[in-house]
């Protein structure tokens, strides 16, 4: 994820350079007050995704924002990823000629380049944690398992196996950042909790990506005594981003049923 944000604040920073005027007294300063539309328009074009972003986080025009103040519905999710040139898009000439209209005269290169850095972090996070998620459900039901995310069941837990009642695995994935762990391991114990309270004979699984630096630095089974405090929760099983044969032994030795053995069940 950090390498695609890195390279996303590259190229905003070299587009940045090649189309606006860049002071440097006492610092590097963008003079967005000597810009046109047309300016604004060919930054744009010159790399949609890149751009698009940046102006939308800089000058607080996200989709709805811009669809309300101008009537323009999805400036964002429509041209981001086209590609072809949005130099005779009328919708995106409306977009230039807002942020002639509202950019700052200037604003510090640094300033705007980490701005949009740390809100687009933001926004990726979101979207890779729910990638990851969708990934890890999609890995157990290719070895066999029906999988999916529980979103009408108590506590709307993002692992259910199988897919009818009686429910055999119930559990909770998470992308953790460092300085959110100890938040994250006590709602896994809660969670766990929670499950065997509202579901029978179930086994709780958690799949923890805390990265791979994390668990050299401090040892993986340090890490998961952690999250179950030393054995003492409802947790019957951790599970790190790494470990997914070693998530699939453990469903093999619990018995949980594969979808093969289900449709069996079912025929009898």
């Known amino acids: 994820m950090y390498e695609d944000i890195d390279e996303m604040v590259h190229t905003a920073e070299n587009e940045l350079r090649e189309h606006f005027e860049i002071t440097e007294s006492p610092e590097e300063r963008i003079q967005f007050g000597e810009a046109t539309s047309e300016d604004f328009l060919n930054a744009i074009d010159a790399n949609h995704k890149a751009m698009i972003a940046l102006f939308q986080k800089v000058a607080g025009l996200p989709d709805r924002e811009f669809e309300r103040q ?43 380049l980490y701005t949009f850095y740390k809100s687009w972090e933001g926004d990726q996070r979101r979207f890779y944690r729910m ?104 947790i019957d099983a951790v599970f790190f981003h790494d470990e997914r044969d070693d998530f699939i032994e453990q469903l093999e030795d619990w018995g949980v049923s594969t979808e093969a053995q289900q449709s069996l069940s079912d025929l009898e």
């Open 70 to 112: 101008y009537g323009v519905r999805g400036i964002g999710s429509r041209f981001r990823d086209r590609k072809s040139s949005l130099k005779d898009v009328d919708d995106a000439q409306a977009f230039a000629d807002a942020l002639a209209e509202l950019m700052p005269e200037s604003l510090s290169l640094e300033t705007v």
């Open 131 to 234: 990638r990851y998620e969708s990934e890890f459900l999609e890995f157990l039901n290719e070895e066999g398992y029906a999988a999916w995310k529980g979103n009408s069941l108590p506590g709307e837990p993002d692992i259910v196996i199988p897919e009818t009642e009686p429910y055999e695995v119930i559990g909770e994935i998470r992308v953790i950042q460092q300085k959110d762990k100890q938040k994250r391991f006590k709602e896994f114990r809660t969670e766990a909790h929670e499950a065997h309270e509202n579901f029978d004979d179930i086994n709780f699984v958690v799949v923890a990506n805390l990265g791979r630096q994390y668990l050299e630095s401090h040892g993986r089974e340090t890490v998961r005594s952690e999250i179950t405090k030393d054995g003492t929760s409802e």
